[in-house]
């Protein structure tokens, strides 16, 4: 008997939740739909709003450069229907306004200079518009004002400067000189600008272990306001195996007086070096030059003079001369 009560009773109740639910998703859909009839009629009314555009300058005159900084934005005071402005804001990467400079006359700052120009963005409303189209108005620009800051353009040849760091395999070395191609550039821009450039870098490269010639396309570092003939230069680096090569050099004295005559203990002095393979078989002794200096005797209160290596092959390395001083006597001759 409680069971049959008890049945009866969760039978009406669901009955009564059944009817509340259905009720309340009924009010649900024409609240959606109502929403959106609303939203629909919104959108499709007139409003007036503030839109951030990229721009892009055009025509520059060919003989001046920029000396000051345009903006790459206009702030828009536009007036559309919804549905654009909400096309706007959902447009992934937006096509900047074209500003043709040569649309407009310049106007000539209050300091008189012959440089400076200045041109209201209020006279490009017209043009602006057009590129919009009939969906959208522009009412107004910010900035008002576009301030040209010209200056003469001047071109100049510099040399590029290699910004390498060469570590070489076990037996490798550099085979020659560390070149670019081309091994100078052309550089334009300001005057006040391209007079403080002496030459044009390239990105710094670092390579261990090099056993043979490098060959790299490397790019040369941008300089602010100066356009560049190339963007990128060829590094080229000669490696080649080397050898040790081992000389005995006499030692010369110089700057000593005809009536004098200086001798040095030991008369001859050791030089080692590396030299490449390829090179190895044109080296001789009568490539180097090792002095002592007679000038700096009076002033020695030692009975020993330094050894000065004056002359050696650009093709070798690591010179390594001893002793690196020698004893001397001076006698009338």
Partial sequence: MKTSILKNAKDQLYRVKFRLDRRGLVFLFFLVLSTMFWFLNELSKDTTTLITYPVKYNNIPGNKVLVRELPDEFNLLVKAPGFSLVKH???GRLTPIVFDISHYSYNILSDGSASNFFILTSSSLARINQQFGSDLK?????PDTLVFEFDERVRKKVPVKINTDVKFGQQYMIGGEITSQPDSVIISGPGVVIDTIEWVETQS???????????KNIGLIPIENVDLSTRKVILEVPVERFTEARFTVPVNVVNIPDTLELKTFPGSINVTCRVPLSDYDKLTVNHFR???DYSVVNGNYSNKLKVRLTSAPEYVSNIQIYPISV???VEKK
């Fill in 290 to 292: 090792v002095i002592v």
């Fill in 327 to 329: 004893e001397f006597i």
């Fill in 205 to 215: 490269q670092k390579f261990t272990s090099v056993e043979q010639d490098i060959r």
């Fill in 138 to 142: 522009v009412l107004d620009i910010s």
């Fill in 89 to 91: 804001k959902l447009a």
